[in-house]
């Protein structure tokens, strides 16, 4: 085996990479549907203008495997912060009231308990 043989065996070997998440073109949007036991259905909508997007820094840490045209993604270096993108609520615990919080979502629903009232 040559020196470049080497060379190419080492350039093929698998190598751990760090990913770098830049803020500025990492946009991450939530959505969703919840779907009842009474076979209602119903979307998240945003808590208001933007609450369902943030974005996202920190590091991505992965093993990349050229040879096998695959890449593995690891716990180990991997550090993801999603930015605030106001205040939502509930506060925690679900009390009421509003925090900063990375995503602001609702369920828009009404709940019909079947009870009806007779006034006479």
Known sequence: MDKQDVSRQQALAPQAIMFTIEPAS???SLS?????SLGSSHNVVEQGVGSLT????GTIGTLV?????SIVFREAGTSLDAAVSGSWSPLPGGLAGTTPADY???FDAVIDTGLSRSTT
């Open 65 to 69: 495997d050229f040879a096998a045209a």
């Open 26 to 28: 990492s946009k991450v």
């Open 54 to 57: 943030t974005s996202f820094s």
């Open 32 to 36: 969703g549907t919840l779907t009842t």
């Open 104 to 106: 602001g979502g609702k």
